[in-house]
């Protein structure tokens, strides 16, 4: 899936969420689905929160087919209540254990977290992403300066808040989740099978 020029920012993201959904669709083993859950949410959280505070703005303002971009958003909330779903079931809990209480239901919440993102990708890169084009140059400039701040500072919850402070607690929380997850499980059986995995950044 290749981005526009100016979502350029938006690259590495989208290469790693959707290395994630591949590498899920070959994966049978309960512990790797489960790591790699896990994964999805966080990289998937990371980038709508970069569309949401960049993209989706700057196409508000400036297009004229607000029916695309509506079905984006619409998409958008889809995704992100699977992502808070799934986040419940792997928060807190090793991979090895995930599937423990109700193995049936985490694959329906896993599946459906799956479908959700990719048929957002789909709608995106079909309806929405070819209106960056219609923006002049400047503003196309503008978002890709914007997307890079973005990134720069994206969240991994499933659905922050809008407010700032409210914002801050929920990053510094992620902060937290994460740096006790990596402590309590060294090992990642799905996510170190992913090609050229790094762990960028972000809050």
């Not at 981005?3 to 989208?14: G, I, N, S």
């Not at 966080?42 to 196409?59: F, G, I, N, Q």
């Not at 799956?114 to 957002?120: C, G, I, L, P």
Request: net charge negative; glycine share 4%; aromatic share 2%.
């Amino acid at each position: 899936m290749a981005l526009p020029t100016p979502l350029a920012p938006l690259d590495e993201d989208l290469r790693q969420l959707v290395a994630v959904l591949d590498l899920l669709g070959e994966t049978p083993e309960p512990e790797a689905r489960a790591d790699l859950a896990g994964e999805l949410v966080r990289v998937c959280a990371r980038y709508e929160d970069e569309k949401e505070r960049a993209l989706y703005p700057a196409l508000r303002s400036q297009t004229d087919s607000p029916a695309a971009l509506a079905r984006a958003e619409e998409d958008q909330r889809a995704v992100r209540r699977a992502m808070v779903e799934m986040r419940n079931r792997t928060r807190h809990v090793k991979p090895i254990n995930a599937h423990a209480d109700d193995p049936e239901g985490f694959e329906t919440s896993l599946d459906a977290l799956a479908d959700a993102v990719r048929r957002h990708l789909d709608q995106e890169d079909r309806d929405l992403f070819p209106l960056v084009a219609r923006l002049d140059l400047a503003d196309q400039e503008k978002l890709s300066d914007q997307l890079e701040r973005s990134v720069a500072t994206a969240s991994t919850h499933p659905d922050p808040p809008h407010n700032r402070i409210g914002r801050a607690l929920a990053n510094l929380g992620e902060k937290i989740d994460r740096a006790v997850n990596d402590t309590s499980t060294a090992w990642h059986p799905g996510m170190d099978r992913l090609p050229n995995r790094n762990n960028q950044g972000g809050i």
